[in-house]
């Protein structure tokens, strides 16, 4: 969503960002010169951005079931492949950023909530090859496409859930010891992002991460970041505008960061 609050958020956080030269943290300084800021191609980019390229080519219709906040550019129930693909699909710099993440930490579990047409689930699994990568997609049309996609780029390391997160959610965390990674993006509202949050935290491991999209989505959002960083149990928040990042790491004093990005 592009509208006039997103353009006033966006100027306060250029103002108040900072870059790694602002940053005395040396865990998060690390993160941002070697991890945020590593521009450079890596081999499975190039693959998985050409699929980017069929899907925004992609004429075919299929039938949107929404579970979550809504699009905000169009309500259509039916839409062609392609206009999702262009309106819906994370930038390659954050599907991209997402795959360093992962990189970084090297999960052995990860989770995400939205799997829209699977290029962050493909960046996601392709980071982490030895990782256990579960991914929960509302709109069983949708999660087809994403599966033929997983298929194409050969990913074996992926369980495709369909379904509500509320209901998918609990059970799979019932039957998971630990958390290394998750990525939220899906259901934009308030109280549904703060639950998974909550939901999550117990199972999060020393190391891991947890990723919040569009925390900059509505005022409801706004909100539900601002409470999640402010949680005792989150040591580390960074702000990236686009995303939220938070880390749970135990003897780390508690700081917040704004970062550009």
């Keep these: 969503m592009i509208n006039l609050q997103t353009v006033l958020d966006f100027l306060k956080h250029r103002i108040k960002g900072k870059t790694r030269h602002g940053v005395h943290s040396p865990f998060v300084y690390r993160l941002i010169d070697e991890v945020i800021y590593d521009f450079h191609a890596k081999d499975d980019y190039a693959e998985i951005e050409k699929m980017r390229s069929d899907l925004l080519k992609d004429d075919r219709w299929i039938q949107i079931t929404d579970l979550g906040a809504g699009s905000m550019l169009n ?18 710099s954050l599907a991209q950023l997402i795959y360093r993440l992962a990189a970084d930490i090297k999960p052995r579990t990860a989770v995400e909530l939205g799997t829209c047409l699977g290029i962050t689930t493909s960046y996601l699994a392709k980071a982490a090859p030895n990782a256990k990568v579960i991914t ?16 194409k780029l050969q990913i074996q390391n992926t369980e495709l859930l369909t379904g509500n997160f509320d209901n998918i959610l609990p059970d799979l965390l019932k039957n998971s010891e630990e958390l290394d990674f998750v990525y939220v993006d899906g259901n934009h509202r308030k109280d549904a992002t703060l639950n998974y949050f909550e939901w999550c935290l117990p199972k999060l491991s020393q190391n891991s991460i947890m990723i919040f999209d569009d925390i900059y989505w509505s005022e409801g959002m706004k909100e539900a970041w601002a409470q999640i960083k402010a949680h005792p149990d989150v040591s580390v928040s960074i702000d990236l505008f686009w995303i939220g990042l938070i880390y749970v790491r135990k003897g780390q004093a508690k700081e917040d960061f704004i970062i550009k990005y």
Excluded: F, H
């Excluded at 309500?75 to 390659?92: D, E, G, H, W, Y």
């Excluded at 929960?136 to 298929?151: K, S, V």
């Design 75 to 92: 309500k259509n129930t039916k839409k062609q492949i392609r206009v999702l693909a262009k309106n819906a699909l994370k930038s390659p």
């Design 136 to 151: 929960i997609e509302g709109c069983p049309a949708t999660a087809a496409i994403a599966r033929e996609n997983l298929d």
